[in-house]
């Protein structure tokens, strides 16, 4: 009985991690209402270090700031004054812009980064 205890309880704790840590499955979302624009994705932790250097390559420029190896839970303010709160783990991106707070050009930009991501992610 013990034994099967153990297999039970090990067959959980692998049911459990490979859940959590998605195995490659890729799910990315992005809701672009009135006052705020969003992206929540997903991924393989293999491809994180590709989206830090494409979030480098699109954001970076001029900015005083690097996303290779980040993981924060913040807003941020670029240097050009575009604002947003960025969750980034290694396996997951969370991105929240909010609209009366940017200019339209901070917005489509933070709006076609987050689309070139799926780009990305599913190469």
């Not at 996303?67 to 969370?94: E, S, V």
Request: net charge positive; proline share 1%; glycine share 4%.
């Amino acid at each position: 009985m013990k034994v099967f205890n153990y297999v039970l309880y090990a067959m959980l704790c692998i049911i459990f991690f490979a859940c959590r840590h998605h195995h490659g499955d890729i799910s990315i979302t992005y809701n672009d209402a009135e006052e705020y624009y969003s992206m929540n994705a997903y991924f393989n932790e293999n491809q994180t270090r590709t989206l830090e250097h494409y979030m480098d390559r699109r954001l970076a420029k001029g900015n005083d700031i690097s996303f290779i190896n980040m993981q924060n839970d913040a807003m941020l303010t670029l240097d050009d004054h575009t604002k947003f709160y960025l969750k980034k783990t290694p396996g997951q991106i969370r991105i929240r812009l909010n609209k009366g707070e940017n200019s339209y050009a901070a917005y489509h930009r933070i709006k076609s980064m987050c689309e070139g991501m799926k780009n990305i992610l599913t190469k």
